[in-house]
Antibody
Framework: EVQLVESGGGLVKPGGSLSLSCAASGFTFSNAWMNWVRQTPGKGLEWLARIKTKPVGGTTDYAAPVKGRFTISRDDSKHTVYLQMNSLRTEDTAFYYC?????????WGRGTLVTVSS | EIVLTQSPDTLSLSPGERATLSCRASQSVSNNYLAWYQQRPGQAPRLLIYGASSRATGIPDRFSGSGSGTDFTLTISRLEPEDFAVYYCQQFGSSPFTFGPGTKVDFK
């Protein structure tokens, strides 16, 4: 059974940083492209970042609102994908999900809540 | 960026009825690369349909997708109690991948 478990969410002040982790199991992680998607009541679902597998370069892609502030990475030995979030803004407050998939999102974790507030 | 709009915002129906949900794109979706997701309260979204009409693994055949270009439809042939949820479309034909705002299917 595919399982994705996010962690690392919490309360952070504007301008601060936070690192999210997503531990994966139940599939061959090193063969999976991974993503982060967030959800807010106001803006709905928003794709943020994707990381490809090492055989195709492990390259990353980002949505414009987070490019230059967020960094997605992976550790295949730990079956974990990360999202380093810097220069956080109040509008980054959301539920953050990690997902599998290169283009559409096959499996989703349960998410972790990030609140950016002073 | 491709903007997706969904209609209606809310669809009030009874179990056993047919649900028809619409997703319209601001420009043609390349290769009909459109997906549909279901989100029940307190849960993460779940993939239902990809490539406009292909059902994901384990999805009942009462769910079907159709459409091409800029107009897509999700049909639930006979609503079961567990189908009352919010449904989102998502395009993956061009980056950034974008989602629609959702249609809520609730009890009449």
């Amino acid at each position: 059974e595919v399982q994705l478990v996010e962690s690392g969410g919490g309360l952070v002040k504007p301008g601060g940083s936070l690192s999210l982790s997503c531990a994966a199991s139940g599939f061959t992680f090193s063969n999976a492209w991974m993503n982060w998607v967030r959800q807010t009541p106001g803006k709905g679902l928003e794709w943020l970042a994707r990381i490809k597998t090492k055989p195709v370069g492990g390259t990353t892609d980002y949505a414009a609102p987070v490019k230059g502030r967020f960094t997605i990475s992976r550790d295949d030995s730990k079956h974990t994908v990360y999202l380093q979030m810097n220069s956080l803004r109040t509008e980054d407050t959301a539920f953050y999900y990690c997902t599998t998939g290169g283009y559409y999102f096959d499996f989703w974790g349960r998410g972790t809540l990030v609140t950016v507030s002073s | 960026e491709i903007v997706l709009t969904q209609s209606p915002d809310t669809l009030s129906l009874s179990p056993g009825e047919r649900a028809t949900l619409s997703c319209r794109a601001s420009q043609s979706v390349s290769n009909n690369y459109l997906a549909w997701y279901q989100q029940r309260p307190g849960q993460a979204p779940r993939l239902l349909i990809y490539g406009a009409s292909s059902r994901a693994t384990g999805i009942p055949d009462r769910f079907s997708g159709s459409g091409s270009g800029t107009d897509f439809t999700l049909t639930i042939s006979r609503l079961e109690p567990e189908d009352f949820a919010v449904y989102y479309c998502q395009q993956f034909g061009s980056s950034p991948f974008t989602f629609g705002p959702g249609t809520k299917v609730d009890f009449k």
